[in-house]
Structure formats: structure tokens, C-alpha cells
């Protein structure tokens, strides 16, 4: 995160009952950790700024990039991952690795281009990413079902 140049405000949090043990490999250690499967919904996941957010998906559209302070690329994921991140789940062709993405079967966000991708969180979040427009949006607190016609709205301005 520090790369990217994102607030330290953010924090994962864990649920409650969902605790497991991990070894070091290396060192042979033991430890708890809490498990942070998803959003922030029903008490766990990652609590972000929408500028953090917007930071994040800046760098996965520039597959796994970001431009520093200088001007030059640093590399923080590989561009393999971010293939990944996109490749469609065969049991959910809308979904990759955390990421919804655009084309499938049927268009996650039909006003979004068919390359688009979104990170969708808890209470109305989400970051769009479309590589045909260089654009990353992120949206808060949006009802869901009015997503797709922000979406609209915007190509609508930009175009």
C-alpha cells in the first residue's frame, strides 16, 4: 500500500469466530490469524477511502503498475496476477479473483464497457475499472440497483 501512496487509515478486519493457525514454512512457528474472507459485510474484511480504493484499481488497470512520484513504473503485483484477477471463475463466469467483471454471459453493469471489471464491497461500494476509456471510478454508499445508470450517467458525460 505504501507504494501506491495510500493513507495508512485502511485496516482488515477479521470475523469474530474465524481464527485459524498458520506455520512459518522457515521457522516452523506458530501463530493465530483472523481469517478476512470478503468486504466489510456482516463484521470482517478491508475498510478503505475512496481515494485508497481509487488507487488500487489504478494500479490493476495499469496491470499491476503505478507510477511513482518520478515518473517511472514500479512494479508492485505481477502482470501474471492481474491476468488472474480477470480470468473468469468456471462455476461464475462473472467473476474472477475479487473482481466482477463485465464479459460474460450476461454484463455485471450493462452501461460499462464489456472489458470493464469492478471491485463490489458492502453498502453500495464499488471500484470500476475500464481499460477502453483509461478510467477508474470509485462509487460509495450508491444503492445497488441504481449502479448500473451511474455507470450510464458517466459514459454518457464522457462521451
Known amino acids: 500500500m505504501k507504494p501506491l501512496g495510500c493513507t495508512s487509515d485502511w485496516r482488515w478486519v ?4 474465524a481464527w485459524t493457525e498458520i506455520t512459518d514454512r522457515r521457522t516452523g512457528a506458530r501463530r493465530r490469524v483472523q481469517s478476512v474472507p470478503g468486504g466489510t459485510h456482516w463484521g470482517g474484511g478491508v475498510s478503505i477511502s475512496a481515494r485508497d480504493q481509487a488507487r488500487i484499481a489504478r494500479m490493476m488497470l495499469a496491470g499491476g503498475q503505478h507510477m511513482n512520484a518520478a515518473g ?13 484477477m480477470q480470468t473468469p471463475c468456471p462455476i461464475a463466469p462473472f467473476y474472477g479473483l475479487l473482481t466482477w467483471l463485465n464479459d460474460g454471459p450476461k454484463q455485471v453493469y450493462p452501461a460499462a464497457s464489456r472489458r470493464s471489471s469492478f471491485m463490489i464491497g458492502a453498502g453500495g461500494q464499488c471500484a470500476w475499472m ?21 455507470f450510464r450517467r458517466v459514459v454518457l458525460a464522457l462521451d
Open 14 to 17: 477479521g470475523y469474530d469466530d
Open 72 to 84: 517511472q513504473a514500479v512494479r508492485i503485483v505481477s502482470e501474471a496476477w492481474i491476468r488472474l
Open 130 to 150: 475500464d481499460p477502453e476509456r483509461d478510467l477508474v471510478v470509485v462509487s460509495r454508499w450508491l444503492t445497488p440497483e441504481h449502479t448500473n445508470e451511474f
